[in-house]
Protein backbone atom coordinates (compact mmCIF):
# COMPACT_ATOMS: atom_id res chain seq x y z
CA UNK A 1 0.00 0.00 0.00
CA UNK A 2 2.77 2.18 0.86
CA UNK A 3 3.84 2.76 -3.01
CA UNK A 4 0.34 2.85 -4.20
CA UNK A 5 0.48 6.44 -5.33
CA UNK A 6 3.33 6.28 -6.92
CA UNK A 7 2.96 3.38 -9.14
CA UNK A 8 -0.51 4.48 -10.45
CA UNK A 9 1.56 7.98 -11.17
CA UNK A 10 4.43 5.67 -13.14
CA UNK A 11 1.56 3.84 -14.57
CA UNK A 12 -0.15 6.87 -16.20
CA UNK A 13 3.14 9.11 -16.94
CA UNK A 14 4.26 5.67 -19.03
CA UNK A 15 0.80 5.84 -20.94
CA UNK A 16 1.01 9.60 -21.49
CA UNK A 17 4.45 9.67 -22.82
CA UNK A 18 3.55 6.32 -25.03
CA UNK A 19 0.40 8.30 -26.42
CA UNK A 20 2.44 11.60 -26.95
CA UNK A 21 5.37 9.62 -29.17
CA UNK A 22 2.85 7.42 -31.11
CA UNK A 23 1.57 10.97 -32.49
CA UNK A 24 4.69 12.64 -32.84
CA UNK A 25 5.64 14.27 -35.90
CA UNK A 26 9.42 13.56 -36.34
CA UNK A 27 12.09 11.68 -34.35
CA UNK A 28 13.66 14.72 -32.93
CA UNK A 29 10.29 15.48 -30.99
CA UNK A 30 10.07 11.28 -29.86
CA UNK A 31 13.79 11.77 -28.63
CA UNK A 32 12.65 15.06 -26.58
CA UNK A 33 9.04 13.21 -25.58
CA UNK A 34 11.29 10.04 -24.52
CA UNK A 35 13.96 12.72 -22.83
CA UNK A 36 10.90 14.44 -21.01
CA UNK A 37 9.10 10.87 -19.71
CA UNK A 38 12.49 10.03 -18.33
CA UNK A 39 12.95 12.78 -16.31
CA UNK A 40 9.68 12.59 -14.96
CA UNK A 41 10.14 8.95 -13.93
CA UNK A 42 13.68 9.82 -12.06
CA UNK A 43 11.36 11.47 -9.40
CA UNK A 44 8.73 8.01 -9.35
CA UNK A 45 11.99 5.66 -8.42
CA UNK A 46 10.43 1.88 -7.57
CA UNK A 47 10.34 -1.14 -8.89
CA UNK A 48 7.24 -2.84 -9.51
CA UNK A 49 5.73 -6.18 -9.55
CA UNK A 50 3.27 -8.41 -11.72
CA UNK A 51 0.68 -8.22 -8.93
CA UNK A 52 0.94 -4.75 -7.79
CA UNK A 53 0.97 -3.31 -11.07
CA UNK A 54 -2.18 -5.60 -12.33
CA UNK A 55 -3.76 -4.09 -9.10
CA UNK A 56 -3.31 -0.30 -9.45
CA UNK A 57 -4.25 -0.96 -13.24
CA UNK A 58 -7.74 -2.11 -11.79
CA UNK A 59 -7.63 0.58 -9.82
CA UNK A 60 -7.14 3.26 -12.16
CA UNK A 61 -9.75 1.29 -14.32
CA UNK A 62 -12.49 1.87 -11.53
CA UNK A 63 -11.66 5.40 -11.43
CA UNK A 64 -11.77 6.03 -15.01
CA UNK A 65 -8.49 7.12 -15.73
CA UNK A 66 -7.86 3.62 -17.54
CA UNK A 67 -9.67 1.87 -19.79
CA UNK A 68 -9.27 -1.92 -20.79
CA UNK A 69 -10.36 -3.46 -24.08
CA UNK A 70 -10.10 -7.37 -24.33
CA UNK A 71 -8.94 -8.18 -28.24
CA UNK A 72 -9.62 -10.71 -30.24
CA UNK A 73 -6.67 -12.77 -29.70
CA UNK A 74 -6.94 -12.96 -25.94
CA UNK A 75 -4.14 -10.05 -25.13
CA UNK A 76 -5.63 -6.91 -23.18
CA UNK A 77 -5.18 -3.36 -24.14
CA UNK A 78 -5.41 -0.69 -21.84
CA UNK A 79 -5.53 2.96 -22.59
CA UNK A 80 -5.95 6.52 -20.73
CA UNK A 81 -8.95 7.62 -21.11
CA UNK A 82 -9.93 11.65 -21.58
CA UNK A 83 -9.96 11.96 -18.01
CA UNK A 84 -6.57 9.78 -17.43
CA UNK A 85 -4.66 12.21 -20.25
CA UNK A 86 -5.66 15.41 -18.35
CA UNK A 87 -4.36 13.94 -15.14
CA UNK A 88 -1.14 12.67 -16.81
CA UNK A 89 -0.57 15.65 -18.62
CA UNK A 90 -1.57 18.40 -16.06
CA UNK A 91 -1.59 17.57 -12.92
CA UNK A 92 2.01 18.85 -11.52
CA UNK A 93 1.67 18.78 -8.05
CA UNK A 94 3.84 22.43 -7.81
CA UNK A 95 0.99 23.64 -10.38
CA UNK A 96 -2.27 22.35 -8.75
CA UNK A 97 -5.02 25.10 -8.96
CA UNK A 98 -8.45 25.23 -8.22
CA UNK A 99 -10.93 27.71 -10.84
CA UNK A 100 -12.43 30.43 -8.96
CA UNK A 101 -15.71 30.52 -11.08
CA UNK A 102 -19.21 30.78 -10.18
CA UNK A 103 -19.78 29.75 -6.47
CA UNK A 104 -22.37 27.23 -6.69
CA UNK A 105 -23.14 27.38 -3.05
CA UNK A 106 -22.11 24.45 -1.43
CA UNK A 107 -18.98 24.09 0.83
CA UNK A 108 -16.20 21.67 0.07
CA UNK A 109 -14.27 20.90 3.39
CA UNK A 110 -11.32 18.40 3.73
CA UNK A 111 -11.35 16.98 7.04
CA UNK A 112 -8.27 14.86 8.14
CA UNK A 113 -6.76 12.25 10.91
CA UNK A 114 -3.76 11.62 10.00
CA UNK A 115 -0.97 9.55 12.13
CA UNK A 116 2.07 10.82 13.77
CA UNK A 117 4.19 8.19 11.98
CA UNK A 118 2.82 10.47 8.71
CA UNK A 119 3.69 13.44 10.13
CA UNK A 120 5.03 14.68 6.72
CA UNK A 121 2.82 13.65 4.63
CA UNK A 122 -0.01 15.14 7.02
CA UNK A 123 2.42 18.60 6.98
CA UNK A 124 2.83 18.71 3.21
CA UNK A 125 -1.43 17.87 2.84
CA UNK A 126 -1.88 20.85 5.25
CA UNK A 127 0.48 23.32 3.71
CA UNK A 128 -0.86 22.62 -0.10
CA UNK A 129 -4.45 22.65 0.52
CA UNK A 130 -3.33 26.07 1.98
CA UNK A 131 -1.75 27.12 -0.97
CA UNK A 132 -4.40 26.13 -3.86
CA UNK A 133 -6.88 28.61 -1.57
CA UNK A 134 -8.39 26.46 1.31
CA UNK A 135 -8.80 28.79 4.93
CA UNK A 136 -8.57 26.44 8.02
CA UNK A 137 -12.20 25.73 9.97
CA UNK A 138 -10.19 24.14 13.01
CA UNK A 139 -7.36 21.92 13.01
CA UNK A 140 -7.13 19.87 10.73
CA UNK A 141 -10.65 20.89 8.96
CA UNK A 142 -9.84 23.35 6.34
CA UNK A 143 -12.91 24.78 3.53
CA UNK A 144 -13.32 25.93 0.46
CA UNK A 145 -16.17 27.22 -1.87
CA UNK A 146 -14.99 25.99 -5.33
CA UNK A 147 -15.14 22.49 -6.88
CA UNK A 148 -12.18 20.81 -5.94
CA UNK A 149 -12.66 16.90 -5.87
CA UNK A 150 -10.32 16.55 -8.64
CA UNK A 151 -7.50 18.35 -6.85
CA UNK A 152 -8.00 16.73 -3.48
CA UNK A 153 -7.94 13.52 -4.60
CA UNK A 154 -4.71 14.00 -6.54
CA UNK A 155 -2.83 15.60 -3.98
CA UNK A 156 -4.14 12.77 -1.09
CA UNK A 157 -3.17 10.03 -3.95
CA UNK A 158 0.10 11.78 -4.16
CA UNK A 159 0.76 11.73 -0.56
CA UNK A 160 -0.74 8.05 -0.06
CA UNK A 161 -2.91 9.64 2.63
CA UNK A 162 -6.39 7.78 1.33
CA UNK A 163 -7.58 6.43 4.17
CA UNK A 164 -6.92 9.43 6.58
CA UNK A 165 -9.06 11.75 4.45
CA UNK A 166 -12.25 12.82 4.01
CA UNK A 167 -13.75 15.63 1.27
CA UNK A 168 -17.31 16.48 2.34
CA UNK A 169 -19.81 19.65 0.08
CA UNK A 170 -21.92 21.04 2.95
CA UNK A 171 -24.57 23.45 1.90
CA UNK A 172 -24.48 25.73 4.95
CA UNK A 173 -22.06 26.41 7.34
CA UNK A 174 -23.50 28.27 10.50
CA UNK A 175 -20.27 30.86 10.25
CA UNK A 176 -20.96 31.37 6.74
CA UNK A 177 -21.30 34.84 6.55
CA UNK A 178 -17.37 35.24 8.04
CA UNK A 179 -16.24 32.60 5.20
CA UNK A 180 -18.11 34.42 2.41
CA UNK A 181 -16.75 37.07 3.25
CA UNK A 182 -12.99 35.72 3.93
CA UNK A 183 -13.52 34.11 0.31
CA UNK A 184 -15.35 37.47 -1.22
CA UNK A 185 -18.23 35.80 -2.30
CA UNK A 186 -21.49 37.80 -2.58
Known sequence: MRNLCKIKRKILILLDGGIRITFAYS???????TQSVLRELENVELEIDDQALNKNINQLCQTK???????SDGTITIFL????????????LDKIEIEKKNWDG??????????ERKRKGRDALRDKI???????????VW??????????DY???FF????????????????????KNKFNLK
Request: proline letters at 2%.
Open 27 to 33: HRRKWQI
Open 65 to 71: LLEKKKN
Open 81 to 92: TEKGKKKAITYN
Open 106 to 115: KWRIVVFDIP
Open 130 to 140: KKIGFLELQKS
Open 143 to 152: VCPYDCKDQI
Open 155 to 157: IVE
Open 160 to 179: DLRQYVRLIIAEHIDNESYL
